[in-house]
């Protein structure tokens, strides 16, 4: 009897053991099952994002090949600017036709230029002029653009004169700056300001080379002579909205010497930023400059400028568009 009762417990707990391992085993492929659906979810959610993966980097290429296509208008643009810019600026030989010892460094800080340059033969003087105009870039050279257009209209009319009053000529290119740049912004153009403007070298030579007089709007003239390097200033007020816009622009007279040396320039050498301290060039560097510079012959002296500013501005951005003339009177 007691044999038959252990048998019996025994078989009663192999049953139970093999109910639970098949319970067991039915849970597992249930968990089994539902890992199977959870997969498949994120599958899915996986194989969404890859399509608007797809989707977004197919717009973004299409996105970028349309800024490139623009952006390749917009330069082609721009450089048939600067061809027009170009080819209303005199190119370095027409200067050395009428001064033959004569050099031009200018470089622009973008593809067209804020500063612009001119020389105008009247019948009893070369006028010079060297100009800076608001910013750089395009909006500097629509700037440029509209002080060319003035010069050209205005300079003609003085051209029997036997006395060249630098100073009114400053004046009247004010007006028409200002004028120009006020209709301008009345007609809706939000690109231009009224204050907008530009600083200008005005210089007129006598036909013998002996006489220079100059009226000068916030900018500067260097004359080198017996190894000494002068600073000739002139009034701190632009060609444009200022203050002191009332006031006439003063006229100077310069006698002239055999071997002169005559530096006309923009300030953007001046303001480069660069050197060992990390700092600008200054009015001061460059009148040391073109002193240790100005008893050279003028290939040398342009070669010798150019590196100067070359070595101040490696590694950092040209800050501004760069102009300077050098002419010896003979």
């Known amino acids: 009897m007691l044999l038959l009762i252990i048998i019996a417990i025994v078989f009663l707990g192999a049953c ?3 109910w639970k ?27 969404q994002l890859e399509a608007q993966s797809r989707t977004q980097h197919e717009q973004i290429e299409s996105d970028e090949q349309l800024i490139a296509r623009e952006s390749e208008q917009t330069t082609i643009s721009i450089r048939y600017a600067e061809g027009i810019q170009r080819s209303l600026i005199p190119s370095e030989q027409k200067i050395r036709n009428i001064f033959e010892e004569s050099f031009v460094y200018f470089e622009p800080k973008d593809i067209v230029s804020g500063d612009f340059y001119n020389i105008f033969q009247l019948e009893n003087f070369t006028m010079i002029i060297v100009a800076d105009c608001t910013g750089h870039g395009v909006p500097g050279g629509f700037l440029s653009m509209l002080g060319m257009a003035g010069l050209r209209d205005l300079l ?13 000529i400053l004046d009247k290119m004010r007006d028409f700056v200002t004028s120009s740049l006020a209709s301008t912004i009345e007609g809706g153009d ?17 036909a013998d080379r002996r006489m220079m007089t100059f009226s000068l709007a916030d900018h500067n003239i260097y004359l080198g002579r017996d190894g000494e390097m002068e600073k000739l200033k002139g ?5 444009g909205r200022h203050p002191n816009q009332d006031k006439h622009f003063e006229e100077k007279s310069l006698v002239l010497k055999p071997g002169d040396m005559l ?15 990390d700092c600008k060039y200054l009015t001061k560097r460059l009148s040391k ?12 002296q342009k070669k010798c400028i150019s ?24």
């Open 16 to 18: 139970i053991y093999l």
């Open 307 to 330: 590196k100067e500013v070359d070595d101040w501005k490696r590694g950092y951005d040209q800050v501004d568009d760069q102009t300077l003339i050098g002419i010896r009177i003979h």
């Open 235 to 239: 009034d701190r007020m632009p060609i």
């Open 263 to 277: 530096y006309f320039c923009s300030d953007g050498i001046q303001d480069q930023i660069g050197g060992p301290d």
């Open 190 to 206: 939000d690109t231009m300001e009224v204050s907008d403007g530009m600083d200008m070298t005005m210089a007129a030579i006598s």
């Open 156 to 168: 003609p009319k003085y051209y029997s004169h036997t006395h060249m009053p630098t100073g009114e």
């Open 289 to 300: 400059l073109l002193k240790e510079n100005a008893w050279k012959e003028i290939p040398e």
């Open 21 to 47: 391992g098949i319970d067991a085993n039915r849970s597992s492929i249930s968990e089994m099952e539902a890992m199977k659906s959870r997969a498949a979810q994120l599958q899915e959610k996986i194989d």
